[in-house]
């Protein structure tokens, strides 16, 4: 697959994405708000609750789906089509035992039900039916729509995205329209629910007939076919322990921080992880469209063609992760004052050190795209460490210094283990060079960011905020600090960075040639 043709498909995914994204995330304002008027806070958070136990539940599928995409980059690149019957049909064969699990486990749990939700008001089969809706589309993903993974694989995601994302804003809308005009607001709610699973399902399938005619899948043949592939079971066992730990690690912040302070402070913390939540998401939609082309280009062994584009796409992420953060810590306050009052903010401190968390997951993204393209997922030892390091940190910093001491023990493991180990192993394994590139690299650009910060903090120095007292004073004031920052850091990447002024090149090329 030429750069080209990567390059139009990555695009094209971010595209459809964003799209999606802006729409789903405006219709969620308004979904919440009709949900709680009409279905009471209670509902909604049962829904969140049955949420959070499905995402627990899914911890079984072990790795299997990223094992199975990495596996599935080279035969792309190659039009192999035996091999990819054989390896997705390896996954239908391992998604079903998962599936089996998952629906045992999902039964035992709900047996329970009576007493962990003994305290609600609403009646109990409100539980089972919210539950049971999320349960029955997280099997029919086991045992049903697991082969949409060749979609995402074959940077064809956005037809995905147009079938689930699609159907989803419909479903939203119409769930909406139905709790507002008709009774029985919460009958709706299902019933729009299971037909817009049933449907996902039918267009799924037809898209993927459509696009790929030679798709013959065997998944009674899958336990005789992982020996011909036993990559996909190693790939598993490794990606098991990272996921495990990164879950943990993900959910131990949240309980330290609510140990260490109370229902109040978690309030005041919610509503800033709320922001830096939909702001990390709408990155992550527009980054993950670039993965799968950065597995086919891994998967054509050129080596200096491989560094180059990764130079290209780290300076491009580094560039929206910094305006991205720049913005959070210094509008967030504004806007946490106009939504819900002064008296839910955060100390500076605090917010510094969670934009710096944020700042290294969104930059974090370019090397994790190569490690998984590259399959190097054997470092099983470093997410352990890492997990047991922010524990270990977070407890003795936040019994000194409180909640500044429970993100400085993040920031610390996050250190150690992201900003160094993970580069690392991915130049000395993957690309099989030296990681004083990437170091050489990743300093340049910090220089760069520091200066950019210190040209526009005495540009906004002039420039009064008394003004920020409405949402258009807001918007006025988020479009100056924004546009100031991200012209002076532009500016400097193309000034000093090649990558950069490659990545400009490329896009202007792209986009004249589309336009003719």
């Known amino acids: 697959m030429n750069t080209n043709s990567r390059l139009k498909k990555s695009i094209t995914n971010a595209k459809v994405a964003l799209l999606f994204f ?8 308004f979904y919440r708000k ?8 209670e509902v909604l958070g049962l829904n969140t609750t049955a949420l959070n136990f499905m995402q627990f539940l899914n911890l079984a599928e072990l790795g299997v789906g990223a094992a199975v995409s990495y596996s599935l980059y080279k035969p ?6 035996q091999q990819l019957n054989e390896i997705i049909s390896i996954q239908g064969y391992l998604y079903r035992k998962i599936g089996v699990i998952i629906f045992f486990a999902g039964i035992i749990l709900m047996l329970f039900f009576p007493i962990i939700f003994s305290g609600i008001k609403i009646p109990l089969w409100y539980t089972y039916s919210t ?4 349960f029955i589309s997280a099997l029919i993903g086991y045992f049903l729509n697991y082969h949409q993974i060749l979609l995402i694989s074959d940077q064809k995601e956005y037809l995905l995205n147009y079938v689930t994302q699609g159907t989803k804003a419909l479903k939203v809308i119409l769930q909406i329209v139905s709790i507002y005009l008709l009774s029985n607001g919460y009958l709706w709610w299902l019933f729009w629910e299971i037909l817009a699973i049933v449907f996902t399902v039918i267009a799924t399938k037809y898209v993927l ?3 790929y005619s030679w798709l013959r899948l065997n998944v009674n043949l899958g336990k005789e076919l992982m020996k011909k592939h036993p990559d996909i079971a190693n790939k598993t066992k490794q990606l098991f322990t990272h996921k495990l730990a990164g879950f943990a690690l993900n959910e131990s912040s949240p309980l330290l921080i609510f140990a260490f302070t109370s229902l109040t402070f978690m309030a005041i913390y919610g509503n800033y992880l709320l922001v830096i939540a939909g702001i990390t998401a709408l990155l992550s939609a527009i980054f993950s469209s670039t993965n799968a082309g950065v597995g086919n280009l891994v998967s054509e062994g050129n080596t200096n063609k491989i560094i180059s584009i990764f130079e290209e796409l780290f300076i491009v992420r580094f560039y929206l992760a910094s305006l991205a953060c720049y913005a959070v810590y210094k509008l967030t306050p504004f806007f946490i004052t106009l939504w819900v009052g002064n008296s839910y903010l955060m100390d500076n401190t605090s917010l510094f050190l969670l934009t710096i968390i944020m700042f290294i997951n969104l930059t974090r993204l370019t090397v994790d795209s190569f490690l998984n393209a590259y399959g190097l997922f054997r470092d099983i030892g470093a997410p352990i460490v890492e997990l047991i390091l ?6 003795f910093l936040g019994y000194l210094f409180g909640v500044d001491g429970i993100l400085i023990g993040a920031l610390t493991s996050m250190c150690l283990i992201v900003l160094f180990w993970k580069p690392h192993f991915l130049f000395t394994n993957g690309f099989k060079a030296k990681n004083k590139i990437y170091f050489t690299l990743y300093g340049k650009l910090i220089f760069i960011l520091l200066v950019s910060l210190f040209i526009t903090e005495n540009a906004l120095g002039f ?11 807001f918007l006025k004031h988020s479009t100056i600090v924004v546009a100031i920052f991200s012209l002076t850091l532009l500016c400097l990447l193309l000034l000093f960075t090649k990558g950069m002024r490659h990545f400009i090149t490329r896009g202007i090329m792209y986009f004249n040639k589309n336009i003719i």
Do not use: H, M, P, R
Request: charged share 10%; net charge negative; glycine share 8%.
């Open 22 to 29: 802006t729409i789903n995330l405006f219709l969620q304002f």
């Open 34 to 41: 009709i949900f709680l008027i009409y279905l009471g806070s």
């Open 76 to 81: 792309l690149a190659f039009n192999d089509y």
């Open 131 to 134: 539950f049971g809706i999320l």
């Open 209 to 211: 007939k459509k696009e």
């Open 390 to 395: 922010n524990i270990g940190l977070s407890i």
């Open 463 to 473: 420039i009064e905020t008394n003004y920020v007292v409405s949402i258009v004073g």
